[in-house]
């Protein structure tokens, strides 16, 4: 979502020197509040490389197990390289491999997740999440909650494609920002949802 939102140029495109203002504004002007995400901007500051303790580079976010987090729809867990920075084909492609509908629905998204996880269970001896499973339904709670309806989900699946394929908002085909911003409770209430789902 990051790379996204600077591909537009909500972020700098060149992905360096965010501060906290500039981040709250860029969420703020495409779908979410930013007050949701105030833990998640001090933790992307923590990973600050820049020299400014009030600033980050996208990069710096790929330290492991702060804002980067094993079973990664998209991307390889570090055990395996650490690459967080670019999609891996394989990966995504196992989870893509359960969205064989025009829409995903909040069961299939939590299947294809907890797929994912269990795939890097098996496969990452170190394989662990800073704080449970929370960044990794997060994830897919915002993939839902964007590309779909905000409490039902079933999300455009070309749309989830183009996301997380082209890291760009499918906007030229349609997808529009929501209004208003989609807030903390309501993540958290998609994230109840998914979670209910069991294998
Ligand atoms: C550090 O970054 C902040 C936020 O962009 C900026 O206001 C401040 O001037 C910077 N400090 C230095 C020493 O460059
Ligand atoms: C498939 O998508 C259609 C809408 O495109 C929806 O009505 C239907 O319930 C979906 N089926 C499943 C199994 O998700």
Known sequence: ??????????????GQDIDAETLRNALQSNSFDPGAFSDIILLALSTSTTGNSSTFNLADTAKHNIIEHDGSLSRDDFFHGGNDLNLNPAIWGQVFSHFSNDTISIETAAKARLDRVANAKETNPEYSQPSGDTGSLAETAFYLMLFGDRVDGNARTEWVR???EQERFPFTEGY??????????EIEAMIGKISAVAE
């Not at 979502?1 to 060149?14: D, E, Q, V």
């Not at 929501?178 to 807030?183: A, F, G, L, R, S």
Request: charged share 20%; hydrophobic share 40%; net charge positive.
């Open 1 to 14: 979502m990051l790379n996204s939102l600077a591909n537009h140029g909500y972020l700098p495109r060149t």
């Open 176 to 185: 529009t920002k929501k209004e208003p911003v989609i807030t903390i409770d």
């Open 162 to 164: 183009i996301f997380f």
